[in-house]
């Protein structure tokens, strides 16, 4: 009988172990669902409030939270509600991860966090389940802090985009209003959540039981990105030149992920130099690239071209320094970086957030510099100007649509409001009349042509001290500010000597 047995106890283990492996499969599909959550141990997770630099206003606003996680009976003894949700707005970089990090650092509770992209999945009903077993993990630690990254990825506007809503992105949004309004204030979690475009939230996500506590996280001031600066400069070995005023100073607009960025890029060059502290020349190079891109010094020029260079920024840096509206020069140079042929550096005393009239048009005069100083000594323009062209257009433009600074258009408002929203906003028209556009287009034109004059008038007058700053950048292609100061007085005082067009040598400047 052993013969007719083998094959049938053959073919009955084969059954036995498709089914096993159908199981599996099975399984496999099941736990699909689970949530992705990464808990941390129960222990404070290691960054605090020292490890954010500055911000102490949005560190105050916040502290109310810390305080609450840490003695919630003090705010239950007199009935106080603590906002269930904080969210944090601000551009990318401007350290929310690293805040709310911090707030579970200083609370000593869980911190679990997501990112909003993580509830989605191929399946529809799976981000659904991932947010129901977030809220139910957090229950059971009792305290805890559940942070939700990027969250616009799933709190978009119902019912905003092309080609109908999504399923599953309304589901997942759905069960997490669903679970913000299912747990007690008092119960001990805090959710927060960050964003870098707070205008597509949905409305609901945002009412008063949701997220109804929103903190600003803007671009980082002066002094903020001073502490920032030095908190990255930690345990890194920087000369005795290094200046973090003059840094913080030469970096508005970045924020405090650029400027980590910065300090590592100056490292770097530190090390192609061979040296083991990083220096001032350091951190000017590394600005350059983040900024412009790397220089070019090999590129090869013809002594034409250069001169043409020479002038043109020579042109733009007159116009700097002899308004008395516009920032001061830090520094001119006719070595080519990035797409640029040459630069003329300007650095804010201060940071700014508003510019009035003056200023915009002293801004105008000075990108309007390099290609009036062309025309002044060649007697033709070039398409090196194409990018002052723009800037100055753009700040005319601005002017006339936005901040109401011209007669004739009057105040009124033109600007296309926010960004524009696939879908909800694309069957808007523009919100004025084709005369009006006329009349737009006759405003920017206008401006544009009268400051090209006062340019020209501005350089005309000049005349001299153009010729002289052109000749020192020609001969030692970079020269500072204070330098082109030098000159412009210089000229003023007489007709041009030779011996004053050839400067005293600035030291550091030939490698910066
Ligand atoms: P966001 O989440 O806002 O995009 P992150 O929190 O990820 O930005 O910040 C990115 C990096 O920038 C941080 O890891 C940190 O190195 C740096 N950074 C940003 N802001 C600060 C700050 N205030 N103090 C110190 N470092 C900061
Ligand atoms: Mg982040
Ligand atoms: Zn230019």
């Not at 630690?141 to 599953?168: C, Q, Y």
């Not at 043409?308 to 001061?328: F, I, S, W």
């Amino acid at each position: 009988m052993l013969p007719l047995l083998l094959p049938v106890g053959l073919l009955i283990l084969f059954f036995v172990w498709m089914q096993r492996r159908a199981q599996g499969q099975m399984g496999n599909i099941m736990s699909i669902g689970r949530s992705k959550a990464k808990t941390y141990s129960t222990e404070r997770p290691g960054t605090t409030f020292d490890d954010v630099a500055g911000y102490e206003g949005v560190k105050r606003e916040i502290t109310e939270v810390v305080d609450f996680l840490k003695h919630p009976d003090r705010f239950a003894e007199i009935g106080a509600r603590i906002p269930k949700g904080v969210l944090l707005v601000g551009p990318p970089g401007t350290g929310k991860t690293l805040i709310a990090k911090a707030v579970a650092g200083e609370a000593g509770v869980p911190f679990l966090s997501v990112t909003g992209s993580d509830f989605m999945e191929m399946f529809v009903g799976v981000g659904a389940s991932r947010v129901r077993d977030l809220f139910d993990s957090a229950r059971k630690m009792g305290k805890a802090i559940i942070f939700i990254d990027e969250i616009d990825s799933i709190g978009r506007k119902r019912g905003a985009g092309l080609g109908g809503g999504h399923d599953e992105r309304e589901q997942t949004l759905n069960q997490m209003l669903a679970e913000m309004d299912g747990f007690e204030a008092t119960e001990g979690i805090v959710m927060m959540a960050a964003t870098n475009r707070p205008d597509i939230l949905d409305p609901a996500l945002l009412r008063p039981g949701r997220f109804d506590r929103q903190v600003i996280v803007p671009l980082p001031e002066l002094e903020d990105r001073k502490k920032i600066l030095a908190v990255h400069l930690k345990g890194k070995r920087s000369a005795d030149d290094v200046d973090i005023n003059v840094i913080a100073r030469g970096a508005p607009g970045m924020s405090g992920a650029d400027l980590a960025n910065l300090v590592n890029e100056a490292a770097l060059f530190a090390v192609r130099r061979g040296s083991d502290v990083i220096a001032a020349t350091d951190f000017d190079a590394a600005r350059d690239r983040v900024l412009l891109g790397i220089e070019r010094k090999s590129m090869v020029r013809t002594q034409a071209d250069l001169e043409r260079t020479a002038y043109h920024e020579a042109g733009h840096a007159l116009c700097a320094a002899v308004q008395e509206n516009h920032d001061p020069v830090h520094k001119v140079s006719i070595i080519a970086t990035g797409m640029a042929l040459g630069v003329t550096m300007t650095l804010p005393a201060e940071d700014r957030h508003t510019m009035d009239k003056a200023e915009a048009q002293a801004r105008m005069i000075m990108a309007m510099g390099g290609r009036v100083a062309e025309s002044l000594v060649f007697n033709e323009y070039s398409s090196g100007a194409a990018n002052d062209l723009q800037q100055a257009t753009t700040i005319a433009r601005r002017m006339v649509t936005e901040w109401g600074m011209s007669e004739a258009v009057g105040p009124m408002s033109l600007a296309d409001n926010g960004p524009v929203f696939l879908g909800e906003d694309m069957m808007q028209t523009k919100a004025y009349s084709p005369a009006t556009a006329k009349l737009v287009d006759d405003e920017i034109r206008r401006i544009l042509v009268e400051m090209e004059d006062r340019c020209r008038d501005l350089l005309t007058e000049y005349r001299h001290g153009l010729d002289l700053v052109a000749r020192a950048l020609l001969e030692h292609e970079t020269i500072s500010g204070a330098e082109v100061s030098r000159l412009i007085d210089v000229s003023r005082s007489g007709p041009i000597a030779e011996s004053d067009a050839t400067p005293a040598e600035v030291p550091g400047l030939e490698d910066a």
